[in-house]
């Protein structure tokens, strides 16, 4: 296993725009979650799931932010008409009871809105 | 809520120093606790945890003791490395499995 894999690892967009960040969690791991980190400062939570279910958001997480994981594997963060202060590092990691839920984290998707 | 307060940065020292980074917890119940590092151009890596009041979590000469009754999860380490550089985040679990909550983080410079 190669760990917890985010896809890109960079994306820069144009205001406005839509952009969906990928994160494959360790494959045992039933839990994954999304944060984002801003320069100088440290993850904040997003939202995460158990399996396909999604079992908590952040009050951080607007309505333009949506996250799926369909099957229970995969998981997208989905940012509709993009914000400069939508420029951060989104984080992703995987946790499951067999790890004593050690988190895994991956190294990130950093996003720059221009 | 559950928060985490960490000494602010960035902090300096010569090979060889003693290094102490404070942090401190708010939570309810029972809370696990974490140091989390994160090298340049790398991303996070657990560092060592502490489950439960009065454990000690250890790794790579870094050590925290889990203080109930002063809220505390000081990080210490008798020796700090030039390789030491890097960024250090204190983190909790309210419970197994749920969301971590992290410090702000707290920069770490050795020189030589």
């Known amino acids: 296993d190669t760990g917890v894999s985010q896809d890109p690892r960079h994306k820069i967009t144009k205001r406005g725009q839509n952009v969906t960040f990928r994160c494959d969690p360790i494959s045992e791991h039933n839990r994954l979650y999304w944060y984002r980190q801003t320069l100088g400062q440290g993850p904040e939570f997003l939202t995460y799931f158990q399996n396909e279910a999604q079992l908590e958001k952040s009050r951080l997480l607007s309505d333009r932010f949506s996250a799926e994981r369909p099957k229970g594997s995969f998981s997208t963060l989905e940012i509709q008409r993009t914000e400069q202060g939508d420029s951060a590092m989104y984080l992703c990691?995987?946790?499951?009871?067999?790890?004593?839920?050690?988190?895994?984290f991956g190294s990130g998707t950093r996003l720059t809105v221009v | 809520g559950n928060s985490v307060t960490q000494m602010e940065g960035p902090v300096t020292l010569s090979e060889e120093a003693f290094l102490t980074i404070n942090c401190t917890y708010t939570?309810?119940?029972?809370?696990?606790l974490f140091w989390y590092v994160q090298y340049p151009g790398e991303g996070l890596q657990l560092l060592l945890k502490a489950t439960k009041a009065d454990d000690k979590g250890s790794n790579k000469g870094f050590e925290a003791t889990y203080r109930k009754e002063t809220t505390s999860f000081h990080l210490e380490k008798g020796s700090v490395q030039v390789s030491d550089s890097a960024v250090y985040f204190c983190a909790l679990s309210a419970g197994a499995g749920t969301a971590l909550i992290f410090g702000k983080g707290t920069t770490l410079s050795v020189s030589s």
């Open positions: 990691a995987s946790s499951s009871r067999a790890s004593n839920y050690g988190y895994t």
């Open positions: 939570a309810t119940g029972y809370p696990s």
